[in-house]
C-alpha cells in the first residue's frame, strides 16, 4: 500500500525526525534525492557532465532543497544557474552551498532557454493558491524554454492536501517527493500537474494514529483482497451476483456487465430484465432469485420501467451497486437501506447528484467525493483517469492509479460495475469490492490495450489474464 498523509501530519513527522537528528540533516536527504533524480534524467537525455540546469528558488525550503541539489549537481560538472523569486528571502545555506561548489545565482531568465533541465523549487507544502507575481512569472517562462522540468516535493501552485489548483500552477514532467506521497500528487487536476513521481525516503514514520488521507492500492493489495475458491467451494458459496442492467434500447450494456461479472470470481449470475443474454452466455440464470449482490443501473433507460427495476433492487436486503442511468433516477436519500449500497459516477453524474456543475466536481474531487459518501450514505467510486473511492464511515479514500486512459470508451462504465457487483457477491466489503474493482477494471484496459485499440468488449475478454497476472 502507498499512502499520502496531510501537510500538518508531514510537518509534525518531520519535527519528530529532525530532534533526533543533525541539523539540516533532513534536507540533505532530501537534496541528495533529487540530485539523483536529476542526474538520472540528465543521462537519459545525453550527459550529466557539461549539461545546464537552471533551478527556480522560493522563499522557503522547497527552494533550499533545489539549491542544496544544485550544489551537488554543479560538483559533478554541470553548469548550475539559479533563478530567485524573491532574492532577499531565498535559503541562505542553500545559497552559499551553490555559490561554493561553482554554480551561479542570475537575474535573467534567458538562462532557461539553454538549460537541459529546469528544477521547480518554487514552493513546496508550504504553498497556498496559485502562484503569483514574481513566481507565475518565473514557471511560465520555464514552460516557454519547453526543457523538462522536475518538481521539487510537488509542483508548484498545486495544493498539497487537496490536489485542487487555483491559479497558475507548474506542469512538471516528474516530480520528486520526500517522505511520503503529498495527497495532490494523487488527484487530479494536482496530479496531472506532476508527471512521474519518484518518492525518495528521509527516513519520515507515522505513528498508528495518524490517519493518512489517501491510499493507493499496489498489486499485493488486491491479490490479498481477491477472492480465491477453496477445495469446498460451490457455485453458491462462491457468491451469486444478479444483474437489473441494459433494456431494449440498450441491450448492449446488459451483455457487457453480465459479461464481467462471470469473470468476476463468482459462482453464478442471475439476469434480470428484458435482454437476451442468455444466447451470448449460457451460463447465465435468467430471471431472478437469491442473490449475495446486485448491480442496476447500466443501460437500464430511465424510463417508468427502469424505476420500477431500480427501486425493487433497493428494497432488497443484500449490497447493490448503482451506475449509470440508476444514478440518474435515485431520488435524494434513497438509500435508506438495511444493506450497504456503492454508487459508481462521473464527474456528470455526482454533480447531477449533489445538485452541483461537473466543473465544481472536477476541481475539488476529494472534497466530492467525501461529501457524496456522506450525504447519500454510499460507498462512492468517483471515476476519472484517478478513480477516488470513499466509504460513509471513513475518512479515508482510496485512489486508484492503475489505469490509462483506453478505459475511457463506450461501455467500460458496465464492465466496472459487473466486476465491482461480482467481488461483492464473493464476499469482499463493499470499500473494498470497490478499490479492487478499479484496480482490476485499469489492470484489464492496460492488458488490453496492448494489442491495440481497446473496445469495452475485450475489457471482458482480457479479464480472466488479468486477473491471473495478479494472482501471480
Ligand atoms: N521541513 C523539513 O525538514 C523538510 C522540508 N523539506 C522541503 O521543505 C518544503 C517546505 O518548506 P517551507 O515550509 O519553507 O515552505 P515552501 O518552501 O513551500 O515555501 C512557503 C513560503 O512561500 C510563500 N508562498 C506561499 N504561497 C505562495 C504563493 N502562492 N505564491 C508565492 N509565494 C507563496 C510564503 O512566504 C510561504 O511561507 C517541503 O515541500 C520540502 O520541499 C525537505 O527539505 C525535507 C525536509
Ligand atoms: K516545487
Avoid at 518531520?14 to 530532534?19: G, I, Y
Avoid at 533526533?20 to 538520472?40: H, I, K, N, S, Y
Avoid at 493558491?129 to 522540468?149: D, Q, V, Y
Avoid at 482480457?462 to 494472482?471: C, F, G, K
Amino acid at each position: 500500500m502507498r499512502y499520502a498523509h496531510a501537510v500538518a501530519d508531514v510537518r509534525a513527522a518531520e519535527r519528530e525526525l529532525m530532534a533526533r537528528l543533525p541539523e539540516g540533516a533532513l534536507m540533505q536527504r532530501a537534496a541528495f534525492g533529487l540530485a539523483t533524480v536529476a542526474a538520472d534524467m540528465l543521462r537519459d537525455a545525453g550527459s550529466v557532465y557539461g549539461s545546464r540546469v537552471a533551478l527556480l528558488v522560493g522563499v522557503g525550503d522547497n527552494g533550499g532543497d533545489a539549491l542544496y541539489a544544485g550544489a551537488l549537481l554543479a560538483g559533478r560538472g554541470v553548469a548550475v544557474h539559479a533563478l530567485l523569486a524573491d532574492p532577499d528571502r531565498a535559503h541562505e545555506g542553500g545559497l552559499s552551498a551553490l555559490r561554493d561548489a561553482g554554480g551561479r545565482i542570475v537575474a535573467d531568465a534567458a538562462v532557461l532557454d539553454q538549460a537541459d533541465l529546469v528544477v521547480d523549487g518554487l514552493l513546496g507544502i508550504g504553498g497556498r493558491g496559485g502562484l503569483r507575481g514574481e513566481f507565475a512569472r518565473l514557471a511560465e517562462a520555464a514552460h516557454e524554454s519547453g526543457a523538462p522540468i522536475l518538481a521539487v516535493d510537488l509542483p508548484s501552485g498545486i495544493e498539497a492536501d487537496t490536489g485542487e489548483v487555483s491559479g497558475p500552477a507548474v506542469r512538471a514532467d516528474v516530480t520528486v517527493t520526500f517522505g511520503t506521497h503529498k495527497p495532490g500528487l494523487f488527484v487530479d487536476p494536482g496530479a496531472s500537474h506532476a508527471g512521474i513521481v519518484e518518492f525518495v525516503d528521509i527516513g519520515l514514520e507515522f505513528p498508528p494514529s495518524v490517519e493518512p488521507v489517501l491510499e493507493n492500492l499496489q498489486v499485493q493489495d488486491v491479490r490479498a483482497l481477491l477472492p480465491a475458491p477453496g477445495r469446498s467451494s460451490h457455485k453458491y458459496s462462491r457468491g451469486v451476483v444478479g444483474l437489473a442492467v441494459g433494456s431494449e434500447r440498450y441491450p448492449g450494456a446488459a451483455l457487457l456487465a453480465v459479461g464481467a461479472a462471470l469473470r468476476s470470481g463468482v459462482g453464478a449470475v442471475r439476469y434480470s430484465g428484458p435482454v437476451d443474454v442468455v444466447s451470448s452466455y449460457p451460463e447465465v440464470i435468467a430471471g431472478g432469485g437469491k442473490v449475495q449482490a446486485w448491480v442496476v443501473g447500466s443501460g437500464l433507460g430511465r424510463d417508468d420501467e427502469a424505476v420500477r427495476r431500480l427501486l425493487n433492487v433497493l428494497a432488497t436486503d443484500v449490497p447493490v451497486v448503482v451506475d449509470a442511468d440508476g444514478l440518474r433516477l435515485l431520488p435524494r436519500k434513497a438509500f435508506e437501506r438495511s444493506a450497504p449500497t456503492i454508487i459508481t459516477p462521473h464527474a456528470g453524474e455526482a454533480a447531477a447528484l449533489l445538485d452541483v456543475t461537473a466543473e465544481q466536481i472536477e476541481g475539488q474531487r476529494l472534497e466530492y467525493v467525501r461529501r457524496l459518501a456522506q450525504s447519500y450514505d454510499a460507498t462512492v467510486v468517483l471515476k476519472g483517469p484517478l478513480t477516488l473511492i470513499a466509504g460513509p464511515q471513513t475518512s479515508r479514500v482510496r485512489v486508484n492509479t492503475h489505469a490509462g486512459p483506453v478505459l475511457a470508451t463506450a461501455g467500460s462504465g458496465d464492465v466496472l460495475a459487473g466486476i465491482i457487483g461480482g467481488l461483492l457477491a464473493g464476499g469482499l466489503s463493499p470499500y473494498d469490492a470497490a478499490s479492487a474493482g478499479a484496480y482490476l477494471h485499469g489492470a484489464t484496459g492496460l492488458l488490453a490495450a496492448r494489442s491495440g485499440p481497446v473496445a469495452a468488449g475485450d475489457l471482458v475478454a482480457s479479464l480472466p489474464l488479468a486477473w491471473h497476472n495478479i494472482q501471480e
